[in-house]
C-alpha cells in the first residue's frame, strides 16, 4: 500500500520527513503505514542526515505562579517539563505525568533516548522520600508510559547517561541510609528491562555521568565518608566488553566538586568549571571559552555539533521569582556566545533530543 495515493513512496517519505515533531501524534494516528513509518529509528536518522530534524532542550523547571490570590509573585517548588526547540526559540511544555499531582520528581534525572525522553528517580516532591520511578515520553505519540522501577537500594543524586539509541546507565548515589554507592545498572529501553552491572572501583555520590567513544564514564563522586570532598578519579564502563576500565586517577583539577560535562558526537569532551568552558586534550583539561557573567550556576551543557555548545543555567535571583533562567550558544571557533530566549524558574536537570 502506499504511503500517500498516487505518489512514489520516496517522495511521500521526504513529506513525512519535513514534518515538525510537533505533527508526529498526528501522522502516526493516520494509518498504520504512516505510523510504522515514523516510528523506524532509520526515519529519525534520515531527518537528521537530511537537516530536517529539530534540537530540543528539555529541562525540568520549577513553575513560577501566583497561587496566593494576593498579587504577590512567588516561585512553588512543583517542577515541570519545559521543551525549548533552539531553531525557533519557541518554548513549549509537556503534559503533566498521570498521578503526578505535585509534578516531577525533585532531583530527577532526564536523559532521551531515539524519541523517548526518560525521567528517572528523583525525591517525592511531598514526603522527600528517594524514588525508584521511570516515566517515558514518547514524542511519537506524546504520551506518557510508566517504565520498569530501578532495581536495588532506592537512590538519588546518582549520576545517568544515554547512548540515545536505547540503552540508559545508572551509577553511584547514594541510599536511603545516605550511604554512598558503587553498584550500577542499565536500562533497555525497547525491552523495558534493567540489568545489574559489576560494581564500580569505589563509591560515588554525586557523580557525574556521559555517554562517548562506546562508552559510559562516570567522573568524579565522593564516598560515604568524605562527604563533600570530591574524588578526582573516573571509570567508564565499555559497551563492547561489557566490563569496567582501570580507575583513572587526577582526572578532575580539583575535590570542590564535579563538573558539568557533555560529550560531541566526535568525541570531544567538554565541562563547564568555574565559570571556564574546559576541553580535554591531551589528557589535560585545557580552558577554550569563559561563560557569560550572568549564568550564576550552570545546570546543563550539551555539544549539539563539533565546536557548539548550548549552555543552561540559573541566573541571579529575582525577587519573588526564586531563580531566572539563562542560556547561551557558544561557538567556541569564535567564541561568540548569542542568547537563548529562556523562563524564569529553577532548573535542576536537562538533556538534548534531536528528533
Known sequence: ????????????????????????????????????????SDFLHQRKASRHSQELLILSQARVEDSSGSGKIFATPEYRVSVLESGSGLWTELPRIPGQ??????????????????????LDPVTWQASDSVFVFSFLTSKWRVGATMPGARRSFFGCASDSDRTVLVAGGHDEEKCALTSAIVYDVAEDKWTF???????????????HAGRFQVIGGYATEEQGQFSKTTESFYVSTWQWGPLTDDFLD??????????????????????????????????????????????YVVAVRPGKLIVIGNGKALAGY??????????????????????????????????
Open 1 to 40: 500500500m502506499e504511503l500517500i495515493p498516487n505518489l512514489p513512496d520516496d517522495v511521500a517519505r521526504e513529506c513525512l520527513l519535513r514534518a515538525s515533531y510537533k505533527q508526529f501524534p498526528v501522522i502516526a494516528s493516520v494509518c498504520r503505514g504512516w505510523n510504522r513509518e515514523v516510528s523506524l
Open 101 to 122: 499531582a505535585k509534578g516531577l520528581p525533585l532531583f530527577c534525572r532526564l536523559v532521551s533516548v531515539g524519541s523517548d525522553l526518560i525521567v528517572l528517580g528523583g
Open 197 to 211: 552491572l559489576p560494581d564500580m572501583a569505589r563509591e560515588r555520590d554525586e557523580c557525574k555521568a556521559i555517554f
Open 254 to 299: 580539583d575535590t570542590v566538586s564535579s563538573p558539568i560535562c557533555a560529550a560531541g558526537e566526535n568525541g570531544d569532551l567538554y565541562a563547564c568549571w568555574r565559570g571556564d568552558v574546559m576541553m580535554f586534550l591531551a589528557d589535560t583539561w585545557q580552558k577554550v571559552g569563559q561563560i557569560p557573567a550572568d549564568v550564576y550556576n550552570v545546570t
Open 322 to 355: 526564586g531563580e531566572a533562567t539563562v542560556g547561551y550558544s557558544c561557538d567556541l571557533s569564535s567564541a561568540r556566545w548569542v542568547k537563548l530566549e529562556t523562563h524564569v524558574g529553577h532548573v535542576q536537570a536537562g538533556c538534548f533530543l534531536e528528533v
